[in-house]
Structures are given as structure tokens and as C-alpha cells.
């Protein structure tokens, strides 16, 4: 079936520091991919999403690339924030109007 | 933009007891819903997906006479869990479809059985 496969957190940067959080997915067709964030104690927020192959989707200085050969959405950014600290969801969507979600990845970013 | 209002946003309970959480669409109607279940430092598990005006679609070893869910109209669903027993204690949070490009998520609820 369908699943999302994300990098083992945490991960601790330091401010301004450059971040990935790699994300591959497994699915027939050609799914929409999308990035949550959950701020502590929060629901969760869409943060970006692609809907076709090479589609980048971007928010907040956030970047991610529908990636079809290497079945990836890896989420980027240039330079990370305090508030940015955060777990972040990879996702796609499954069919019958499911979304499957990654584990997620918690990222503490420090001064 | 599409709001989607949970409430409570925690909630204690004497193990034994039922607890209600509501979900409402406050500015759209959610024909479709869903209900998820979030252990501390996992993922959302989705535990079923609640149809307006028909019964809940359940996914595969969720106990639906445990977790109860009405979905009476297009702006509301809620989430029953029937006799709360501390392995209940989850976070829960619900979420609508806007369309297949874009879900909105409750902010959630804490439950804490004791």
C-alpha cells in the first residue's frame, strides 16, 4: 500500500543554520505530496504542497520538489528560525480522500 | 480561509466515564471528516472518517463502540469515547476535506484519563 518515509528526528540546528528533512514515498500514480507542521500542542498546519511531478511547492522560505524518479519531497530551508521549531509531517494523498502521513520529524532549532 | 474548530481543547475524565469532542467547519461545509489519534512523539493515526448523514467508516482495529461518531450535519462531527479507560488518553484531531488538494486540521485535544 501507500506510505511516507521520513528522516529520524530530532533534528537540532542552530539558528540560521540550512535544513532537510528528507521524505520518499511509496505509491501507484502520481499522488499529491504535501508538509505539515505541528506547532506544540497545535493540530496541524499545511505548510506547502505539489501536486504533479516537478512541481516545488514554498511557504515560509520553506521549498519542496515533487521529485518522480527518486519518488521524494524533500523540505527545505536556508536559513532556520527559533520559531521554526516545530515537527514536521510528510504526507500524501492516498486515494478516498485519505491522507498518509510520515511519522514526522521534530526539529529544535536553538539561538 | 477554511477554519475548522475543535473543542474541548483538553479534557480530563475519571476513568469510566464518556467524553465528547466536537469538530465544526465554521465557514464551509465538511461533508467528509476525519478523526485521528496522535500518540506522544508519533504520528496521526486516522482512526475513521465520518460521512454526513451515514455511518463512519472505521479503520481496521479501531473499536467503533468505543469511539462513537456523529456526523449529523455539514458544520459538525463528534467523537464519543464511551467508558475512558487511561489507555484512552491520546491526542485526538480532527480534520475536513476541502477538496483533495487541501485538508484543514482541528487544533486538538488532549485527553487525560485518570
Known amino acids: 500500500g501507500d506510505s511516507v518515509t521520513q528522516m529520524e528526528g530530532p533534528v537540532t540546528l542552530s539558528e540560521e543554520a540550512f535544513l532537510t528533512i528528507n521524505c520518499t514515498y511509496t505509491?501507484?500514480?502520481?499522488?499529491?505530496l504535501f508538509w505539515y507542521v505541528q506547532y506544540p500542542g497545535e493540530g496541524l498546519q499545511l505548510l506547502l504542497k505539489a501536486t504533479k511531478a516537478d512541481d516545488k511547492g514554498s511557504n515560509k522560505g520553506f521549498e519542496a520538489t515533487y521529485r518522480k524518479e527518486t519518488t521524494s519531497f524533500h523540505l527545505e530551508k536556508g536559513s532556520v528560525q527559533v520559531s521554526d521549531s516545530a515537527v514536521y509531517f510528510c504526507?500524501?494523498?492516498?486515494?478516498?480522500?485519505?491522507?498518509?502521513f510520515g511519522a514526522g520529524t521534530r526539529l529544535a532549532v536553538h539561538p | 480561509g477554511a477554519v475548522v474548530s475543535q473543542h474541548p481543547s483538553w479534557v480530563i475524565c475519571k476513568s469510566g466515564t464518556s467524553v465528547k469532542i466536537e469538530c465544526r467547519s465554521l465557514?464551509?461545509?465538511?461533508?467528509?471528516m476525519f478523526w485521528y489519534r496522535q500518540f506522544p512523539k508519533q504520528s496521526l493515526m486516522l482512526m475513521a472518517t465520518s460521512n454526513e448523514g451515514s455511518k463512519a467508516t472505521y479503520e481496521q482495529g479501531v473499536e467503533k463502540d468505543k469511539f462513537l461518531i456523529n456526523h449529523a450535519s455539514l458544520t459538525l462531527s463528534t467523537l464519543t469515547v464511551t467508558s475512558a479507560h487511561p489507555e484512552d488518553s491520546s491526542f485526538y484531531i480532527c480534520?475536513?476535506?476541502?477538496?483533495?488538494?487541501?485538508?484543514?486540521f482541528g487544533s486538538g485535544t488532549r485527553l487525560t484519563v485518570v
Open positions: 504526507a500524501l494523498y492516498g486515494g478516498y480522500n485519505k491522507l498518509i
Open positions: 480534520s475536513a476535506i476541502l477538496d483533495k488538494y487541501g485538508y484543514t
Open positions: 465557514d464551509f461545509q465538511a461533508t467528509t
Open positions: 505509491a501507484t500514480g502520481y499522488p499529491s
